[in-house]
């Protein structure tokens, strides 16, 4: 069974700090993946998906990056404002089934 | 246009209940997706259905849990028998395509069994 792993699990950082979530799967036959944002008791906001024949995505402040060589993918937010303060899941599948499996989530607290 | 909707959005049933769970996805999303997420945890696969056929249900805890999409649009949950491990949120995604386009995500479903 595909396991994911965020690393780290919370991060605090200051207002206008550059920062980067990381994500990995153990089974690297990755062939799409999204990030997404939760804000708590709230749903999930899709950010960004690489589908299979991308390498990168990037959206305003936020770029991510898939390395499927290695099942790793990065999540990089430039600037970073209180507002970003959520929880950031990343989430793949293989190109054997739809199944999709999420990681556990990276908590990230913007200090104004 | 309306996203993905769920309901009831707070179920607390007793256990030994049933409880049907209801998603209505976005206009025109053939595929659907049904997932349960425990507090702190990302949300855990159970089915996936391709216009009304169930193409994958291997996620799915045990035989009291089931789904259907009869029509290929509305989607219900069905958890019979409930017990107090069900409880947890209860969410559902649609998508475009049959393979792998973006997911977009309803609000989920509050299940609690006392």
């Known amino acids: 069974k595909q396991e994911v792993t965020q690393i780290p699990a919370a991060l605090s950082v200051p207002e206008g700090e550059n920062l980067v979530l990381n994500c990995s799967f153990t089974?690297?036959?990755?062939?799409?993946l999204q990030w997404f944002r939760q804000d708590p008791g709230k749903g999930l906001t899709s950010l960004l998906l690489i589908q299979s024949s991308q390498r990168e995505q990037t959206s305003g402040r936020l770029n991510a990056s898939l390395d499927k060589s290695s099942g790793r993918s990065t999540l990089y937010i430039a600037a970073s404002q209180p507002g970003d303060s959520a929880t950031y899941l990343c989430?793949?599948?293989?190109?054997?089934?739809?199944?999709?499996?999420f990681g556990t989530g990276t908590s990230l607290t913007v200090i104004p | 246009g309306a996203g993905v909707s769920q309901s009831p959005r707070y179920k607390v049933t007793k256990r030994g209940q049933d409880v049907a769970l209801r998603c209505d996805p976005i206009s025109g999303h053939v595929s659907l997706y049904w997932y349960r997420q425990a507090l702190g945890q990302g949300p855990e696969f159970l089915t996936y259905f391709n216009y009304e056929a169930q193409q994958d249900k291997s996620g799915l805890p045990n035989d009291r849990f089931s789904a259907e999409r009869p029509e290929g649009s509305i989607s219900t949950l069905t958890i019979q028998r409930t017990e107090q491990r069900d409880s947890a949120m209860y969410r559902c995604?649609?998508?475009?395509?049959?393979?792998?386009?973006?997911?977009?995500f309803g609000p989920g479903t509050r299940l609690t069994v006392t």
């Open positions: 995604a649609s998508s475009y395509g049959t393979s792998w386009h973006e997911q977009y």
């Open positions: 089974d690297s036959a990755i062939y799409n």
């Open positions: 989430a793949g599948g293989s190109n054997t089934g739809n199944q999709f499996y």
